[in-house]
């Protein structure tokens, strides 16, 4: 990289737009320093610990890496690299057409998508190229206004043919039009960031679709199913529900629609309260920046989870239930077949004054595909106990539990999935050999669990 790479970061989490720093990237080093105003607020920082209230100097560092090249808590605002994020291929074909030539694979280039779509994503931060920029967003796109439904035909066209891949002509710029540049937002499965009327969605039945943040509409997360993994967006819906009914605090909303051979999921956003945004920092973004040897969800094991929630505590006011609460996450990620719980799909939500961990999110039982039946994203070590069931009692203690509240938990929500499976079966969108997988696994885990708390 020939010389440094320059950004703004601004906030609306006031409701009122304001400049939080200058970003700069070099060879070695990430860097942002703060403005002197939000140096002094207690507004939340650029990171729970990148808070300008823990930092006596204006500027935070962190070193880079390959693996982890920004900041940690900037790396969900740049597209990712999956075949079918819908992010990064409109934001590489603007690139595309500014560049008259094929953008570049290096830091430079998803920098500029960083840019691109580094704003009005989840979370509070949102970066620009320069003040200009920022201005002109928070003006035009950026800004609640009241809204004409967004044509659909052109996004319905682009998602038919990016996730169905469908050969069908669409016209990207069109899609621009409607939509601006969505926001980025992370994960594996295409989707974008847009509101919908909900009562059209909830009574009739009709999917109407508007910018984000548009005045009466209900933002949400869509979900856009793809082919590889038919039936991925019933089974999500239903565990969403089965936490919901198994009593896990603020399961947002969620609606599931289809419209043809395209499949959908509406989650609604708990990242915005009356149109402001949130913060919210995942796990992995909260560890990397706390401990720069941390590259990846492999480099911690799942009993170190409760000392890092300890740790946090020294720094950060944290809910007291959140060591509990991850706990049970992680049992009903067993019994219900998610071997993807992963430190992107565990989140808090709040600033250094006061965090939690966020609503249920992405609960998709993964195992149901033999690529994805591991038992846990996040490694663990069984040495030491005969079963994994024994395992994941024991990991109740490493989470300040009693025994006798571990089993408490375990007998709850054994309780709490008793119909899972017959719940499975009747998904007929599921391949059947999806069902029968899920199945035999989350019985076999239910048994092992049932018999470690007898
Ligand atoms: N309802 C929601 N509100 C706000 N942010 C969300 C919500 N659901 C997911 N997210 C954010 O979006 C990211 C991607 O969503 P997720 O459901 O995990 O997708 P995937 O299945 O592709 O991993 C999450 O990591 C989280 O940061
Ligand atoms: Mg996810």
């Not at 080093?29 to 204006?58: N, R």
């Not at 999935?417 to 998904?427: C, H, K, Q």
């Amino acid at each position: 990289m020939a010389k440094n790479l320059h950004a703004v970061i601004w906030t609306r989490i006031t409701g009122t737009p304001q400049k939080m720093g200058d970003l700069v990237l070099g060879e070695q080093q990430i860097v942002f320093t703060y403005t002197d105003h939000y140096h002094q607020s207690e507004l939340a920082g650029l990171s729970l610990l990148g808070d300008q209230q823990l930092w006596d100097e204006k500027s935070v560092h962190y070193p880079v890496s390959e693996r982890v090249p920004l900041f940690p808590r900037l790396i969900s605002l740049v597209p990712g690299k999956n075949p079918r994020n819908l992010q990064r291929k409109q934001y590489l074909n603007i690139l595309r057409q500014e560049m008259g030539r094929e953008p570049p694979q290096n830091i430079e280039t998803e920098w500029k998508l960083m840019l691109l779509g580094g704003h009005g994503g989840v979370g509070h931060i949102d970066v620009f190229q320069d003040d200009l920029a920022a201005d002109h967003w928070y003006q035009n796109a950026g800004k609640t206004r009241s809204g004409t439904p967004a044509n659909k035909s052109q996004i319905w066209k682009m998602a038919k043919r990016e996730v169905l891949d469908q050969e069908i002509e669409f016209d990207p710029s069109e899609v621009d039009l409607v939509l601006g540049p969505t926001p980025t937002v992370g994960g594996m499965i295409s989707k974008i960031l847009v509101a919908i009327d909900k009562e059209k969605l909830e009574q009739d039945r009709e999917l109407v679709l508007f910018r984000p943040e548009t005045k009466g509409a209900w933002d949400v997360i869509l979900k856009i199913e793809p082919p590889e993994y038919r039936g991925l967006l019933d089974l999500e819906a239903l565990c969403l529900k089965l936490h919901d009914d198994a009593g896990f605090k603020n399961v947002p909303t969620f609606n599931r629609y289809d419209d043809g051979a395209l499949k959908f999921l509406a989650v609604e956003r708990f990242d915005r309260s009356n149109k402001k945004p949130v913060p919210m920092e995942s796990l992995f973004s909260i560890i990397a920046s706390g401990d720069h040897n941390f590259r990846e969800t492999g480099d911690i094991l799942l009993e170190e989870l409760g000392e890092i929630f300890d740790q946090l505590s020294t720094v950060v006011e944290l809910a007291p239930e959140t060591k509990r609460e991850t706990y049970k996450r992680i049992i009903m990620a067993l019994l219900t077949g998610n071997g993807d719980l992963h430190l992107e799909n565990l989140s808090l939500i709040g600033n250094l004054n006061g965090c939690e961990l966020s609503p249920i999110y992405d609960p998709a039982p993964m195992r149901a595909w033999p690529r994805h039946n591991i038992l846990s994203a996040i490694p663990f070590d069984p040495t030491n106990h005969k079963t994994h069931s024994e395992y994941f009692l024991y990991l109740g203690s490493q989470f300040s539990l009693s025994d006798r509240q571990t089993k408490n938990i375990i007998a709850d929500l054994l309780e709490a999935t008793e119909g899972y499976t017959e719940a499975i079966m009747e998904l007929d969108n599921v391949p059947l050999t999806q069902r029968e997988q899920l199945t035999d696994i989350a019985e076999r885990e239910r048994g092992g669990m049932r018999r470690v708390i007898q």
